[in-house]
């Protein structure tokens, strides 16, 4: 196989480039934003993957996962789901193979660049019809929304990272990646919104009622392997008793995370953005048990990793190293930044 | 068991890794007669584990791949000598481009797979509705952690190579080994590439499918 060493013709990469460009309407994705893209590709497929376990094809999916979201919500969104439940229930395998097909080709479709944005396109109404018909709107409209079990749905944050991560032109100079797509001043105020509606459902909810944390992570803590179910006790015994310390401490946390993508000191900004990694973290492997992966019924990873995800396209971009390469150079298609 | 576990998903995977082995073992055999350049390694690997794979996949092939016994340790030995060359190639391509190195990675994650799945069925935890069951249940398998994060590093590998595969440098330059001469340009690059990404998603699948 070794002989000589000759560089391969790359006419046939060169057309091949042109139709790609044309395929993606006009804008070749590299570096940090693709590398976005590619992560989210991953969360789908992994979710698709996820889908396909042997118990979702059984009425347990409907009756463990859909059913309980469907409680407490106002009769013009429950009804729906309501109907929505009722046919998952009589067509388990049925629906449930759509469902995970579905989200196996966003993945993968997401991945393949020439369908990026068509997948991108896709993954925003299926996000929102699942959000309402899967999970209830995440529990935003009947006070059970909690920033640290998993509001306001990871299923709305595919939508918003759909959006976020939209092919753009990469020449263009923006403060992070999110501004790219739909400029600084929208994505700022998503961003706000987001982080500023934790801040909210932690004080508006019961979550800062007495027991209301560590019962929470004790009810997510059975079931899970040893040495999770250790850490996941420790935290309960540790929260037990200072709800409405940590609900203040949380709500003082989410607040600075919210406006710090305001701030014109870029230091600060990261150092809020940290603590926006840390707390995903935390809450990841703490409250979520990492979408509760062990336990044969996971639906997706959570909320963690999609809002790590989030932080990552609103990390401030380093004017020196942003990637200014011209859109007909082959090496600005062809690598990274 | 049947009821609560699709066995027909079972007999399509199973169909689709067989089709996988059966073509990367013709790949091997087209590259020798026509002299056209193949990565041998990955093929094979694709080849075994196609094979493997299927067993566990659906009760009617259950004696390619049984849980214990000869065959088994056989499986073990095959897939530990596997993961040892790919990881001694994974270290030897250190340094080099990234096109180069990353299919090795693939290839070891791979193999690594299947030795963490051969293990967990001899241990009692399988893929519910599989020929490997028998015992499964939820928390049966052992170190899932491990299990866990092999399936999401195949979902990861199989994103890249979709996004390899699309990207516009050229296919070739891509998955060829750095030395080969334009004379033997790899046969089917881009075929070789959608073996790796139906590998990779399956193996993910049934990484899964053990804690169910």
Redesign the interface.
Known sequence: ??????????T??AS??VS??SLAGGH?TTGRR?TLQ?VL??IW??DG??Q????M??KNFAQMVIYPTIAGNPSVIASPMSWAHGIILDHP?GTNTAFACIQ?AL??AI????TTKLALAASIPWSIAVWWFGEGLGGVLNGGADPLTGAPGAVILYALLAVLLWPADETASAPFEAARAVGAHTARALWLVLWGSFVYFTFASNNDAPGALSGQITDMAS?E?NWLTSVMNHAANLTNGRDLAISVVLGVLFAGIAISVYLPWTRIQRAWLLAALVFCAVIWVVVQA?GG????MATDPNTAPLLALLVFAYWPIRTASRAVVSSDS?DS??GGE | MAQLTPLWLGDLLAAVVIATAVYCASRIVYAKVRHRATHDDADGLHVLMGVAMAGMLTTHLADLTPVRGTVHAAWVAVFAACTVWFGYRAVRQRGQAPEHGSGTIVHLLGSAAMLYMLAVAASGGAMAGSSMSGTSGAGSARLPELGILLAVLATGAAVLILDRITSTVSVATVTAPATVSVSRRVLAPRAAEGCHLAMCVITAYMLIAMFA
């Open positions: 196989m070794t002989e000589t060493t000759a560089p391969v013709p790359l046939a990469a091949r480039r790609l460009r070749v693709r590619l590709a991953g497929l992994l993957v996820l396909f376990q042997p118990a094809f059984t395998v196996l993945g993968l991945a393949y660049r020439p079931d392997p990492f992966a062990f336990m044969g082959p298609v062809d």
